[in-house]
């Protein structure tokens, strides 16, 4: 079992619609990145989170440490938010990586 | 600011001989992680250096070795290439350790 699980992996949705990305950790944790990786490589980060909750636009990520859980959320999505959606845990001096979820906006 | 920047971009290696990748942190940023992308394995952590140490190192093989200077930019080397090498590797700056990290465009390294 991964120490970082993301779900969905693949998720296609009709642009204006709500998307929510689940990711869960079985480590402790000092912080938690969201990541964006367009096709062609380049990888940005989105939120860097250790408690409640951030928003950036139409971007929101919350994290819940007891449960040892975070969200990220796209509001009235675009075809321009397709892309591969990666959250990380940093853990004892490195970042461990969930394998990602595949985002396809259609128009 | 400039971002980080990666050289080279494309590398063609083959199989038994050695690269060294390098990587220039953004202005003021004195952590550097190094990861590795493939897409059996997704993105896996190499190193994290700070201010010249090594904080860390992922599960990879001797054959992988790192260093960062005292004007931060870092450099990675694989010796000893295999196929499997093959991937890309990206590193990523950031003010400190675990922080918000930036992300270069990546190396291609290409065994064969």
């Known amino acids: 079992k991964n120490e970082v699980e993301q779900s969905p992996q693949n998720l296609t949705a009709q642009e204006g619609e709500f998307i929510t990305i689940n990711c869960s950790y079985s480590v402790g944790i000092s912080a938690l990145h969201w990541l964006q990786q367009h096709p062609g490589g380049g990888i940005v980060s989105l939120f860097m989170l250790s408690s409640g909750k951030k928003k950036h636009g139409r971007l929101i990520a919350t994290i819940n440490i007891q449960e040892k859980h975070s969200s990220l959320h796209i509001t009235a999505s675009h075809p321009r938010d397709s892309a591969v959606y990666i959250c990380?845990?940093?853990?004892?001096?490195?970042?461990?990586f969930g394998t990602g979820t595949r985002l396809q906006v259609f128009p | 600011k400039a971002g980080v920047t990666q050289t080279p971009r494309y590398l063609i290696k083959t199989r038994g001989q050695q690269v060294t990748l390098s990587c220039s942190p953004i202005?003021?940023?004195?952590?550097v992680s190094w990861y590795q992308q493939t897409p059996g394995q997704g993105l896996q952590f190499l190193f994290e250096?700070?201010?010249?140490?090594?904080?860390n190192k992922g599960n990879f093989p001797g054959r992988f070795s790192g260093r960062q200077f005292s004007n931060s930019r870092s450099e990675m080397n694989v010796s000893t290439l295999e196929l499997g090498d093959s991937a890309l590797y990206l590193c990523?700056?950031?003010?400190?350790?675990?922080?918000?990290?930036?992300f270069g465009p990546g190396t291609r390294l290409t065994v064969t």
């Open positions: 250096y700070f201010s010249e140490t090594q904080r």
């Open positions: 990380a845990g940093y853990n004892t001096d490195k970042l461990i």
């Open positions: 990523a700056s950031s003010s400190s350790p675990g922080g918000e990290q930036y």
């Open positions: 202005s003021g940023h004195r952590s």
